[in-house]
């Protein structure tokens, strides 16, 4: 079975702490992709990778970045968090056909 | 990322009974993923049917997709009060674009 894992489920941390939220997959996929889920926003599309070093902007980066050294790891960065980006954020990898979503990282800023 | 639709947005049902949700999308997929999502908590993969299936099994679960609808639906037996959730599809689409229901909040009254 593929693997998503994000390592951190539940974090708290204070406005303008830098934050990493890392996620790892085991399945040599090249895509991976960083999403918020909001209560009726849906899922928003951070940042996605679709190889080693190379990311791409999705719909929300503001305030992001992110990070991919390694194919099977890519981490989202939050250089100063702020209070409007607590939020459910959820890690995902995928081949050509099927997209695969980790558990998710509850990030609560204070 | 586009946005599915999922019908009912919210069911409530006896304990026992079956629940039926589904899912339609506009564009042309491979496969289609169901996912379940406990209130505050992270995403639990169920179940994946591929375009060239018709029906899939697992457990108490049921999934039909009918591609020339463009729909596809989750059935749920004898059900739980484990099973309050809500409930996604999921799937990308020949431009990687991610299909992603607003789901339907799920209510098994005891």
């Known amino acids: 079975d593929v693997k998503v894992t994000q390592s951190s489920r539940y974090l708290v941390k204070r406005t303008g702490e830098k934050v990493f939220l890392e996620c790892v997959q085991d399945m040599d996929h090249e895509n991976m992709f960083w999403y918020r889920q909001d209560p009726g926003l849906g899922l928003r599309l951070i940042y996605f990778s679709y190889d080693v070093k190379m990311k791409e902007k999705g719909d929300i980066p503001e305030g992001y970045s992110v990070s991919r050294e390694k194919k099977e790891r890519f981490s989202l960065i939050l250089e100063s968090a702020s209070t409007n980006q607590t939020s459910m954020y959820l890690c995902a990898s995928s081949d050509r056909n099927t997209i695969y979503f980790g558990e998710g990282s509850w990030l609560t800023v204070v | 990322s586009q946005q599915g639709e999922e019908d009912p947005q919210a069911l409530s049902i006896q304990e026992g009974e079956n629940a039926t949700m589904n899912c339609s999308y506009k564009t042309s997929i491979n496969n289609l993923q169901w996912y379940r999502q406990n209130s505050g908590r992270g995403l639990v993969h169920l179940i994946l049917?591929?375009?060239n299936e018709r029906e899939k099994h697992s457990g108490r679960l049921r999934v039909t997709l009918d591609t020339s609808k463009k729909s596809s639906s989750l059935l749920i037996t004898a059900s739980r009060a484990a099973d309050t959730a809500s409930y996604f599809c999921a799937t990308l689409d020949s431009n990687y674009q991610l299909i992603w229901g607003a789901g339907t909040k799920l209510i098994i009254k005891p």
């Open positions: 049917i591929r375009s």
